[in-house]
Structures are given as structure tokens and as C-alpha cells.
């Protein structure tokens, strides 16, 4: 499957933005779906993930705050973010796994093998 991230942009701390993961491919459903972010000088780590299921997880620092959506039939995968702090700056990823991951692999940047080419998400103070 090939990942297309987009939405990406500046906003104050306290807005709201929505980041877009558009797949192509088939058999879209059965892939587990996860954001990432990375920021500067700083490893990539885990934002939120959706599994092939629909169940959801999320890191702790956005719990409450980022939700993730899919839509198997448009193929795409939301990352809803609100409350956004300074520390979200990041260049966020979307990545793909087929099947379902289980917990101890879906937090892990090698668990996945189709990746996005981030878009950048800058807040301000």
C-alpha cells in the first residue's frame, strides 16, 4: 500500500488541525494504520494507531486530545488533533502494517512497511 500524508500546517497553541493519510491499494481494511511523529533532534515515536479490527490506541501524551478515524471505503485515515501544544511540533507520518497488530509491536517504527512522506505540523506559543 502506498501512504499519502497531508494537512500539515502552523497554528497557535489551543487549535485544532486535521491530518489526512490517503492509501492506495487494495484491501485497505486489513491494514493496521498508525501516525508518527518526529521531531527535531528527536527519535520518531509513536502518536496513535488504528488496527485493521477499528480498535484504536494512543501514546499518552495526546490521549484526549488526538483521535483517530478510518474510512476503509475512501481509503483514507484521519488524525484529529486538538488542544495543540508547543510540544507538538513535529513532522508527522502516517505508516501501514497488514493485519492486525498486537499491542507489543504496535508502538514500534519497524513494525511497519509502508510509510507516508510526512507532512510538517508547527505550533506556536
Known amino acids: 500500500v502506498q501512504l499519502q500524508a497531508s494537512g500539515g500546517g502552523l497554528m497557535q497553541a489551543g487549535g485544532s488541525l486535521r491530518l489526512s493519510c490517503a492509501a492506495s491499494?487494495?484491501?485497505?481494511?486489513?491494514?493496521?494504520v498508525a501516525w508518527f511523529r518526529q521531531a527535531p533532534g528527536k527519535e520518531r515515536e509513536f502518536v496513535g494507531a488504528?488496527?485493521?479490527?477499528?480498535?484504536?490506541s494512543y501514546a499518552e501524551p495526546v490521549k484526549g486530545r488526538f483521535t483517530i478515524s478510518r474510512d476503509n471505503t475512501k481509503t483514507t485515515v484521519a488524525l484529529q488533533m486538538s488542544g495543540l501544544k508547543s510540544e507538538d511540533t513535529a513532522v508527522y507520518y502516517c505508516?501501514?502494517?497488514?493485519?492486525?497488530?498486537?499491542?507489543?509491536?504496535?508502538?514500534?517504527?519497524?513494525?511497519?512497511?509502508?510509510w507516508g512522506q510526512g507532512t510538517q505540523v508547527t505550533v506556536s506559543s
Open positions: 505508516a501501514a502494517a497488514y493485519g492486525r497488530l498486537i499491542t507489543s509491536r504496535l508502538r514500534a517504527p519497524q513494525s511497519y512497511d509502508s
Open positions: 491499494g487494495r484491501s485497505f481494511g486489513t491494514y493496521t
Open positions: 488504528t488496527r485493521s479490527d477499528g480498535s484504536t
